[in-house]
């Protein structure tokens, strides 16, 4: 089985300081990994993914994500927060060999707050 | 474009009664999927469709969940009889590309308060 772990339900940084929202995973073979974002009153959006190559990714709104296989980590990382950034972040698996079912195992999520 | 739609937004009904929500894919997307968030944890994988057919049920919590995609448009999910803890967020979501490439687009979800 897969799943995965938001250690934090709440992060707080203030503005212009560097924010990390971290994640661990658990999955039986190589996983794809994935960040939302969800504003106030919004759908999920889609933040960035790895699927293979650099373990560094980018993604939207100048977030970045590491991909560490030894620690089994995908932590989302932003060199400078803006108040505008704060809202709820969901890391999600999907297991590339057996998640022949597409459907994605999500975190419980982490309330990001930048302060001004 | 139009987004993924759900409705309605906010439900509150009392234990026993049914209550049905309703996904508006985006238009030409095969993939619909049902997700649900409780209490502030895991959101949650309900089932999956493609087109009319589910292709993956397995996240569906019991028979008192039934969901439809007739004519594999739009989608329902009805929970009958609805109990407390049936409470929490419904989240709709829809792709048109299977495999490492697909991306799904999430509705904003409906809020199920059950009393």
């Known amino acids: 089985a897969q799943s995965v772990a938001q250690p934090e339900d709440q992060v707080n940084v203030a503005e212009g300081n560097p924010l990390t929202v971290k994640c661990t995973y658990s999955?039986?073979?190589?996983?794809?990994l994935f960040w939302y974002v969800q504003y106030p009153n919004r759908g999920l959006q889609f933040l960035l993914k790895y699927i293979t190559g650099d373990n560094l990714v980018k993604g939207s709104y100048g977030f970045e994500a590491e991909f560490n296989k030894s620690q089994t980590s995908f932590h989302l990382k932003k060199p400078s927060a803006l108040v505008s950034d704060s809202a709820l972040y969901f890391c999600a698996v999907r297991d590339r060999i057996f998640g022949s079912a597409r459907q994605l195992t999500f975190g419980s999520g982490t309330q990001l707050t930048v302060l001004p | 474009e139009a987004g993924v739609t759900q409705f309605p937004s906010h439900s509150v009904i009392e234990k026993g009664q049914t209550v049905t929500l309703r996904c508006d894919p985006i238009s030409g997307h095969d993939n619909l999927y049902w997700y649900r968030r409780v209490m502030g944890k895991e959101i949650k994988f309900l089932l999956h469709?493609?087109?009319?057919?589910?292709?993956?049920e397995s996240g569906m919590p019991n028979n008192r969940f039934l969901a439809e995609r007739t004519g594999g448009t739009y989608s329902t999910l009805k929970v009958q009889p609805a109990e407390l803890e049936d409470s929490g967020v419904y989240f709709c979501?829809?792709?048109?590309?299977?495999?490492?490439?697909?991306?799904?687009?999430f509705g904003s979800g409906t809020q199920l308060s059950v009393l």
């Open positions: 469709f493609v087109k009319e057919s589910k292709q993956d």
């Open positions: 999955v039986s073979g190589n996983p794809y």
């Open positions: 979501a829809s792709s048109y590309i299977s495999g490492s490439n697909e991306k799904l687009f």
